[in-house]
């Protein structure tokens, strides 16, 4: 074992990512002394923590090209999900009973178009290319003039593709349709700007961005004037989109992650894709027949999702035990069968139930990158000869 590297190795970034220590020192004291209810405008102690909760609003804001104002914060991306497909959906049902989304989406997303669907709205669910991106003929045929929402994550948070977001966005602006992105995977990993992309909503989360738990964003844009039925009822706080005291700490450390990803993202970027090569392209040349699933260019680099012909999947994770890795997302560890994900893609159903996601991020370094290619191929190995 090459000497430095505590074992296992942490290899599920997209599951999530560690706090960075910047961060947890920007929330310490809102846990402790300053520890004031930020909408009690009365007294110094709720002025403090309101003012810090405005910064971290800016913080996340800048980071996507937004105003402050159009930053609603929630308990994180599944949250805000929901906020922006149920409280769309349920204000405007009336006048558009359609919404178009992707099979490949994160289960949030699904499930909440899946209760609209049993209120009465109708949802097209497109399909995907086999390298896991949408055509955008097909997305551009299924909007029609009952069309109100069309939701598309920006990065996959299984097979890590990036959808070609502008483009849709200028369809959806194109066709007066809203556009909602699930972009719990992409903030902080790649440029975004939510004027250039024509992006009305975009769902964030806070610990996938090396920030806390319990801690989201939903971008709404100011100009589209976009109203909402409350999934949550109360005090009226987050302009009365998003009701219940708001956790100053936890703001403070979403923001503090949002504004080192700003000043960082893009060296980190740069790493993050040697290191990718360096894996991918070990494993490829040690392990005949494995196959990258996802398009290899139109991706972020720390996303890494390999099938291994030949192999039990489970086998293959057990064996894995010096890696933290994963079948596939988090969210949906306790379901039976291969992702739903792969299947979208046209993976053949063994070959998916093979599958292994990597996820590498800020703090994985090249001597671990190249001890998880030999522990991989080792594994995959003994497992063939064995079967």
Excluded at 81 to 98: P, W
Excluded at 136 to 143: F, H, K, T
Excluded at 167 to 179: N, Y
Aim: glycine share 10%.
């Amino acid at each position: 074992m090459a000497s430095g590297i505590q074992l296992p190795i942490y290899m599920d970034y997209q599951a999530t990512t560690p706090l960075d220590p910047r961060v947890l020192d920007t929330m310490l004291p809102y846990f402790t002394t300053r520890f004031g209810n930020p909408h009690s405008s009365s007294h110094k102690f709720g002025w403090e923590t309101a003012d810090a909760i405005d910064r971290a609003r800016g913080q996340v804001a800048a980071l996507i090209g937004a105003g402050p104002k159009e930053v609603v914060f929630t308990s994180g991306a599944t949250e805000s999900n929901n906020l922006a497909i149920k409280g769309l959906a349920r204000f405007y049902r009336k006048h558009r009973g359609h919404m178009v989304t992707v099979a490949t989406e994160h289960k949030c997303v699904l499930e909440s178009f899946a209760a609209m669907e049993r209120e009465g709205m109708s949802v097209t669910y497109l399909p995907v290319r086999s390298d896991g991106l949408v055509d955008l003929d097909v997305l551009r045929a299924a909007i029609t003039g009952e069309t109100l929402l069309v939701s598309v994550m920006a990065v996959n948070n299984e097979i890590g593709v990036i959808q070609p977001l502008a483009e849709i966005g200028a369809i959806c602006r194109e066709r007066r349709v809203f556009f909602h992105t699930d972009a719990a995977q992409a903030v902080g990993k790649m440029p975004l700007d939510v004027e250039a992309m024509n992006i009305d909503l975009m769902s964030i989360s806070g610990h996938k961005v090396y920030g806390p738990k319990g801690i989201g964003a939903l971008y709404v844009r100011a100009r589209s004037r976009l109203k909402f039925d409350p999934i949550l009822s109360g005090g009226g706080q987050e302009g009365g989109l998003r009701s219940g005291t708001l956790s100053p700490a936890l703001c403070a450390g979403l923001g503090a992650a949002c504004a080192i990803a700003a000043g960082e993202m893009d060296g980190e970027r740069e790493r993050l894709r040697l290191q990718f090569d360096r894996f991918v392209d070990g494993v490829l040349a040690g392990v005949p027949g494995a196959v990258l699933n996802g398009d290899r260019e139109q991706r972020i680099p720390g996303n890494i999702s390999f099938s291994f012909p030949g192999v039990d999947g489970a086998l293959l994770l057990a064996q894995l035990r010096a890696l933290a890795v994963s079948s596939g997302a988090a969210c949906a560890s306790a379901v039976a069968g291969p992702s739903y994900v792969l299947r979208a893609l046209g993976v053949e159903e063994r070959l998916a139930q093979a599958t292994i996601r990597f996820g590498i991020g800020r703090f994985t370094t090249d001597a671990e990158i190249d001890y998880a290619v030999d522990t991989v191929i080792q594994k995959v190995t003994q497992l063939r000869k064995a079967a």
